[in-house]
């Protein structure tokens, strides 16, 4: 599979398998789930192709020619060309299919969501991420400690600013960016980590309320075809 | 004058202390770079505010007043508005000043800018920050093998996508965002954690390109006002 993809990747002209973009991703990659609830916002008819993050296929050298960085997600267009990074792959997807405006129009508003995006993808996502937790050559409980302060930290900025600037989600009353980062950011927390969300109210409702919503809950990890049977349990 | 900056915030309208922008900057900080590369480049009149990372200013409450995740840069713009995040900033000062595009015109290829942008502000910058560095409670030597691991993880995925993507600059003959975060990026790991780039020959070459042009060394950290004088180099 891996391979049909480069091969339609390197040609100029859309192959019969490019049809609809195709998102490399897996049920337990927080940067891939914000993908996910982007396709389904717009309303995107996209394949899926699952890298297995457990046995490391994100590592191999197949995967690697789609992605240098051995990361995910990836979207491959519907020309056949890649891009990697979900904030970028969220901007690409905005600029390229313009309804349901994911980013507000005004640029100050534009730039507050952003921020808030990259307030969880650069301060509090990498420092959950497995890829950097593996680094650590420290025992569990040195790593745990780690980690939960460093989400502490982070935490506890998003939620003062959010106590400024949120309405319903966290820009006001418009679903953005800023909200397809925090959801999966939330689960990462809890779910991996253990952390307590009582001391961040805003951050808990809001989170609260875009779980009501069928984007969200459809692209949920729990709801994905590639999580296994004995990690699930009820979305809630 | 960090109370200035707050009062000037919360009016409505334009005070006189807001006529320019206002950079929130530190020499030492990666990120800040980023934002001074870009008002440069635009050729924007700006004024700047030197916070103490040394004495730790960006914790104080003022300074939280400002930005609730105390960290560098901010912009105040000139009708007094407080953004954070420098890709945030930087996608405000090209939605605002359009001359001299930072981001390429095609959806595509802004993405890949954008993506090769956020390699660095996601993958590589946090995992060589002080900040997050100094929350791991391990001896010296452990903190830099993480550091180091980390880092020569990230720029071997860089070099890689730069290797298929670059031309004279990151992203072919255009200079975009995606250089203005792998100067300061560079930096950081030559100066901060002695990373031997002679493994990374795309990122060296760029680089070097970069580094003849006046904006990217206006906005160095040896020619930053607040860095001091037994810290500075020539810059090469």
Redesign the interface.
């Known amino acids: 599979m891996l391979e049909q993809i480069i091969n339609c990747q390197n040609k100029r002209t859309p192959s019969p398998q490019c049809q609809r973009p195709i998102l490399y991703t897996n049920y337990a990659s927080e940067s891939s789930w914000r993908v996910r609830i982007a396709l389904e916002w717009k309303g995107i008819d996209y394949e899926t192709r699952y890298i297995n993050l457990a046995t490391g296929e994100h590592l191999t050298e197949a995967y690697?020619e789609i992605n240098?960085?051995?990361?995910l997600p990836c979207l491959i267009?519907k020309t056949g060309?890649i891009?990697?990074?979900s904030?970028?792959?969220i901007?690409?997807l905005e600029?390229?299919y313009p309804e349901r405006p994911i980013f507000p129009k005004s640029?100050?508003l534009?730039?507050?969501a952003?921020?808030v995006a990259?307030?969880i993808?650069?301060?509090i996502?990498?420092?959950q991420a497995e890829?950097?937790l593996n680094?650590?050559?420290?025992g569990g409980e040195?790593r745990q400690?780690?980690c939960r302060?460093?989400l502490e930290?982070g935490l506890q900025?998003?939620e003062?600013?959010l106590e400024?600037i949120s309405g319903t989600y966290c820009i006001g009353e418009h679903i953005t960016i800023a909200d397809f980062c925090l959801v999966p950011m939330v689960f990462t927390a809890r779910k991996k980590h253990n952390i307590d969300l009582k001391p961040y109210p805003y951050i808990t409702k809001i989170r609260n309320t875009l779980m009501t919503l069928p984007e969200f809950r459809k692209s949920h990890p729990f709801n994905q075809p590639d999580c296994p049977q004995d990690k699930k349990e009820p979305v809630s």
Chains 1, 2 share one sequence.
């Open positions: 690697s240098p960085c051995r990361q267009t060309k891009i990697t990074q904030i970028a792959i901007e690409y600029a390229t640029p100050l534009k730039a507050e952003l921020s990259l307030n993808a650069c301060d996502q990498p420092l890829r950097v680094c650590l050559e420290i040195l400690q780690f302060r460093m930290i900025g998003l003062s600013r400024k």
